[in-house]
């Protein structure tokens, strides 16, 4: 008989519910409502206090949109992009600093694709 590794037929078939999830779904189908529908219905619900219906959606928020990862630092993306404006007032322009000069080395990397991905 062998002991260890992986043998046909072994295992949790694929698409088998395991017992939370066959919980969760017997729940909805005596109240016909999944978790997600009523975090939903009360963040929607206008009736409801403020401080309930923002820890709905923040709870709901984490099963219906991906988190966002934090992108390498690319010099030479910062270098097309520009300076940015931060005060959040769309009417001031942003300050450029063109007499700055920038040193040649930033430029050839920039023109080689290359970048700092340093944090």
């Known amino acids: 008989m062998p002991s260890g590794g992986k043998r046909n037929g072994a295992g949790r078939p694929r698409g088998a ?6 919980d969760i779904l017997s729940a909805a189908a005596e109240t016909g409502e999944l978790p997600i529908a009523y ?11 403020d401080s309930r219906r923002d820890e709905m959606a923040k709870t709901a928020a984490l099963y219906l949109h991906t988190k966002l990862t934090a992108l390498p630092f690319d010099d030479a993306l ?16 942003a300050e450029r600093h063109d007499d700055v000069p920038i040193p040649q080395e930033k430029l050839n990397g920039a023109a080689a694709g290359e970048g700092n991905t340093e944090h």
């Open 17 to 22: 519910i395991n017992f939370t999830m066959r």
């Open 78 to 93: 910062m270098l097309e992009l520009g300076p940015v404006n931060l005060d959040n007032s769309a009417h001031a322009p």
């Open 39 to 49: 975090m939903l219905r009360v963040m929607r619900d206008e009736d409801a206090p």
